[in-house]
Every structure is written in C-alpha cells, then in structure tokens.
C-alpha cells in the first residue's frame, strides 16, 4: 500500500492558497481515482480515502492539524498500515522553487518547510521522499504573509497546468518508484 500525503491547512480560509498545493494534488489524484476524500478520521486527524493509484492500492491523505502539525496525522497513518519510507510520498509547496516547477526527491533535510519538518521528526527519518511543487520566491521577512496568499491570475493558470503534471508525477512514482519518477520529472 503507498500513501500520498498532500501538506496543507484545513478551512475555507487557505483555499487555493500557495501553501495548499499538496491538498490540490491530493484533490486531484482523488477526483482521477473516484476517491472520496470526504471522511474526516479522528484517529488520523486529517480526511483519508482509499483506492486504486496507477493499479495500486493507496491512500490519499489530507492533514487536519494545520501545516505545522501535519506529523502527527502522516505518523498515524503510517503506524496503522504499518508502512515502509519508501510506501510514503509528502506532497508539498516549495518557496525555493518557481510557480509550477515540480521536484521529486529521495530524502534529505526539510528545507525549512515546516510541515515536511514535522513529518521528518514524527517518522523519525529524514529518508521521506517528497513531490515539491514550486510557489515561487518571496522577500525575506514576509514568507508567512506570502505563503497564506493566493495565486495572481497568471500564476494561477501556471498552477493549473502543474496540479495535473504533479498528479502524473504521483502516478509514475506509485507506479514505478522515486528514481523513475524523477528521471521523468525533474526536468
């Protein structure tokens, strides 16, 4: 079984928001799969659904905690279905990167990335591999500000073209492990 974990704050507020591209690529491999992503698990703390990715079984995962707790629900998940590392894959905005660039990595350090900090700390590793969906750079000083913004209208067409390509990434990594689906999509 894999487990794709889409990074993201709960509530109507951080809808569409730079730091929510992990749910709107969860959203999007749920909507492709037939998924419902509509059952909130208290035990999980975050909305879970099940089903078939790229001829597998999944997971789809949707943190509740808020972005900087997201741990604790990834680490839930993984402790129930007893999983490997290499079952999981964290989806998650990336500052580093320009709207719409996407990045697969194996593992190494958060980056600074908060939620992904979480996760690393709760499994107890920092061999996570992660999809970073690039939402472009900000001033220091003002990266909270930025991050909670939402997408001008051309950055936002960017992100429409890059939620469907992250999915196919997702798909490709459930499909054929990290090392193919960076070969492919780390361009």
């Given at each position: 079984m894999k487990?794709?974990?889409?990074?993201g704050n709960p509530g109507r507020r951080y809808a569409?928001?730079?730091h929510n591209v992990g749910y709107d690529v969860v959203d999007e491999l749920a909507r492709r799969a037939g998924i419902d992503l509509s059952r909130h698990d208290r035990?999980?703390?975050?909305l879970v659904g099940r089903g078939s990715?790229?001829?597998?079984?999944a997971l789809l995962l949707k943190p509740m905690t808020y972005m900087n707790l997201s741990g604790?629900?990834?680490a839930a998940?993984?402790?129930f279905y007893k999983l490997e590392l290499t079952d999981v894959l964290v989806v998650q905005d990336d500052l580093d990167l320009p709207?719409?660039?996407?990045?697969?990595?194996?593992?190494?350090?958060a980056g600074g990335h908060r939620g992904l900090t979480d996760v690393l700390r709760h499994l107890g590793s920092d061999q996570v591999q992660r999809l970073r969906l690039g939402i472009g750079n900000v001033q220091r000083g003002t990266t909270v500000?930025?991050?909670?913004?939402?997408f001008d209208p051309e950055e936002r067409e960017l992100m429409e073209l890059a939620v469907p390509k992250a999915a196919d990434a997702v798909e490709c990594w459930v499909r054929a492990g990290i090392e193919a689906a960076m070969n492919e999509f780390n361009a």
């Open positions: 487990l794709i974990a889409g990074l569409g928001s730079r035990d999980f703390q975050g990715i790229a001829s597998a079984d604790q629900s990834v998940v993984f402790r709207v719409g660039r996407i990045r697969l990595r194996a593992g190494g350090s500000d930025y991050v909670l913004s939402h």
